[in-house]
């Protein structure tokens, strides 16, 4: 019988370096003899990369409420979970994903202060058993995140996306409910001081991910 791949997310707030060590630890799983696949939220489907433009960027000036953003991320997620991620673990690989249902609890739940308890139940009915085996919270000041994010941009022709232009109140909010959501699931979620050097930062991660391999 085949064994079931095995399910990695990342989160975090702004400038975490979530994306960097998405492909580090792809890396570190394929030269173990992993088979991996690499994929992000909102997006990681033709359907899903349509739905993240959309809640990114709003060229038309249009400003979207907590609810239509949540349910847009649910549309997504389960577009990816059943064309990419549950196929995937069933054949045995490691899915490594930028961002999951954490994101949306985190940044509409306590970001948007929508209500929690509907946001959770349409959530479980995105994720369907797509339910991830080790979660990684990149933790890191509001202020220095935003500080990276900006010098980041800097040498990119696109400037800042709807939810890196929010006010500082509305950061402090979505790290605070991912600290909280970490803090009620210690099982799956592995706090990680994100304001390190990256290659201390990406150490430690590996050493979280080194039983799942065994």
């Not at 394929?30 to 690499?38: F, K, R």
Request: hydrophobic letters at 40%; one cysteine or more.
């Amino acid at each position: 019988m085949q064994r079931r791949g095995r399910f990695i997310t990342f989160e975090g707030p702004e400038g975490g370096g979530k994306s960097s060590h998405v492909k580090k630890l792809a890396e570190e799983l394929t030269a173990s003899g992993c088979e991996v696949l690499i994929t992000r939220e909102p997006g990681g489907t033709a359907a899903g990369e349509t739905i993240r433009h959309l809640l990114q960027h709003d060229a038309d000036g249009e400003k979207l409420v907590g609810e239509t953003e949540l349910l847009l991320f649910a549309a997504s997620r389960a577009q990816l979970v059943r064309e990419v991620i549950l196929p995937a673990l069933d054949s045995g690989v490691y899915v490594v994903c930028d961002r999951f249902a954490d994101s949306t609890i985190a940044y509409q739940g306590y970001g948007r202060q929508c209500a929690i308890e509907p946001l959770v139940a349409i959530n479980r009915f995105a994720v369907a058993e797509a339910v991830p085996d080790l979660t990684f919270l990149l933790d890191i000041d509001v202020v220095a995140g935003l500080d990276r994010v900006r010098r980041r941009i800097n040498g990119e022709a696109k400037g800042r996306d709807r939810f890196e232009r929010e006010e500082i109140a509305f950061h402090e909010r979505v790290r605070a409910g991912y600290l909280e959501l970490a803090a009620a699931q210690k099982g799956r979620f592995r706090v990680i001081d994100a304001s390190r050097e990256p290659d201390v930062v990406a150490e430690e991660i590996w050493r979280n991910v080194l039983p799942l391999i065994g």
